[in-house]
């Protein structure tokens, strides 16, 4: 029997399962324009994966590389993809580029772009036209529908035996840059009338635009057409084949103006009217490239919006990122971008210029690629043994995770059932992870701990006249959910319950007097 991966609640968690069982997407996706070349994959992609411990890889598909004429369809690029994807072990997660990739209409075909007549595009209030067809041009919303329904189809009679494609991203990064809204003639003839049925009725809001949504009107109107054009293309894909289907988004950042990110995208003030609008689509997934990447994993995970990061910087500290997403929101996915610059030597590495960062609002430190490769590798093997006793102990108290959130974060307390457990965080280093880890409880005085750049302080509960101390600290690894000691720390070496770069698990063993 056929087993089609799926979203199901576990106890209450949202959790990927591939061929019946749950599954951590442990991944990495690769460049842009990687995957226009089966050839390339195989000698700069492939190789560079070697030893990151990744079971998937992210990967552009190209409207205009599979239907270069109109009706005319092309799956060479796709099957060849999978069928590499098999080899290396690895699974895939597809990014549809379709009629939107970065808030442009760059990778729709040439017989689509040529035809501005009857693809129109966005305009801004002066009648510039931008190089983004508008979400109201329904002919081409329901070009891709049809094209993305192919797709879907194609997979499936290709690889439902297998499941080596377990999800799909619907088109990357919508909305409209330069402007907040769509001035062309027919966006401007729907703005000034009374908002649609359905929506009133998914918001419990009336009127015209302005009325209903005030200052937001014109985000909130692209917000509309948007998640209206991608409900279509991901229903249409998933009558054909229902693999879990998700968006992700640019990032609202300053100077926090619709426009200045993509107005219309599913950032987080216009999540209601993306999750009300779009039941095909299961979450929204941010890219993440700002420094406070643990403030936007809460801002994106919630009980209706199950944690996928299909793009995170890429340097060191992304391992810690990787393991608190995963112990803490119990991400489907984790996946830092431009994965394969990891096995690169430096001089490959492709580094943004300048004025890029300065245009995307980057950081710049999340280029530094000093010791990513080896501190991603460990962690998501961590990740990967330790699965079986996260999915016994996530959702309980008996098991909490912790990250140092920015520079001046100095530590965590947290609190179970007969101890409490001060974590304290090493400074940052250049090259290094933060400091990030998984606490469990295993029983009554018995705990085990995996993480990094920390030590530890156990404390008894308020009130209680007593001291703890250590019966037994062993020093190991966890394999398939099953601790594995390889040493007993004693004297001395039992104040040195340290975790430097490389993670580091231990096991301890409490007594009171």
Request: proline share 5%; aromatic share 12%.
């Amino acid at each position: 029997m056929k087993h089609i991966p799926e979203i199901r609640m576990d106890r209450g968690i949202p959790t990927l399962y591939v061929n019946k069982k749950p599954f951590l997407a442990l991944g990495g996706e690769v460049h842009n324009s990687s995957a226009e070349s089966l050839d390339y994959m195989e000698k700069e992609v492939w190789p560079n994966l070697i030893e990151l411990h990744m079971n998937t890889l992210l990967v552009p598909l190209y409207w205009n590389r599979i239907e270069p004429e109109e009706g005319v369809f092309d799956f060479s690029l796709l099957d060849g993809l999978i069928q590499q994807a098999e080899k290396h072990a690895m699974h895939l997660i597809f990014l549809w580029f379709g009629l939107w990739k970065n808030a442009e209409s760059m990778y729709v075909p040439g017989w689509m772009k040529c035809d501005t007549m009857t693809y129109f595009r966005a305009e801004k209030v002066n009648g510039e036209k931008l190089n983004t067809i508008s979400p109201l041009c329904e002919k081409a919303v329901e070009k891709d529908a049809y094209a993305f329904s192919q797709v879907m189809a194609h997979i499936r009679q290709f690889d439902e035996e297998q499941s080596v494609v377990i999800m799909m991203q619907v088109e990357n990064e919508i909305g409209l840059l330069g402007t907040p809204c769509d001035y062309s003639a027919a966006a401007r003839n729907v703005f000034e009338k009374a908002i649609p049925q359905d929506l009133t009725e998914g918001l419990g809001v009336s009127g015209k635009w302005k009325e209903a949504f005030g200052d937001d009107a014109e985000e909130a109107f692209m917000a509309y057409h948007f998640v209206k054009a991608v409900e279509k293309i991901a229903a249409a894909g998933r009558r054909e084949y229902p693999l879990p289907c998700f968006v992700n988004v640019w990032l609202k950042q300053f100077p926090w103006y619709a426009g200045s990110y993509p107005s219309g995208g599913a950032v987080k003030e216009m999540h209601q009217i993306w999750k009300t609008m779009a039941p095909s689509v299961f979450t929204i997934a941010p890219d993440i490239y700002v420094p406070g990447v643990a403030q936007v994993m809460e801002e994106y995970s919630y009980i209706e919006n199950p944690l996928i990061i299909p793009e995170v910087r890429k340097d060191a500290v992304t391992a810690s990122y990787a393991l608190y997403a995963c112990m803490k929101y119990h991400a489907i996915c984790y996946s830092p971008f431009g994965i394969e610059e990891l096995g690169q030597t430096a001089d490959k590495t492709k580094t943004p210029t300048q004025e890029m960062i300065e245009t995307l609002k980057l950081d710049p430190l999340s280029f530094d690629l000093t010791g990513s490769r080896e501190s991603l590798g460990a962690v998501y093997r961590l990740i990967e043994q330790m699965k079986p006793l996260y999915l016994d102990y996530r959702g309980s108290s008996h098991m909490k995770s912790y990250l140092q959130k920015f520079d001046a974060d100095q530590g965590s307390f947290l609190r179970f059932t007969d101890y409490d457990i001060e974590v304290i965080y090493l400074p940052k280093a250049k090259g290094c992870p933060a400091a990030s880890g998984v606490i469990f409880e295993l029983e009554e005085n018995i705990f085990l701990l995996a993480g990094m750049m920390s030590r530890f302080v156990f404390h008894t509960k308020p009130g209680k006249n007593v001291k703890v101390d250590f019966l037994k600290i062993e020093n190991g690894e966890i394999t398939d959910g099953e601790w594995s000691p390889y040493q007993e720390m004693n004297g001395d070496e039992k104040m040195a319950m340290i975790m430097f770069e490389k993670p580091v698990c231990y096991r301890v063993e409490l007594f009171t007097y």
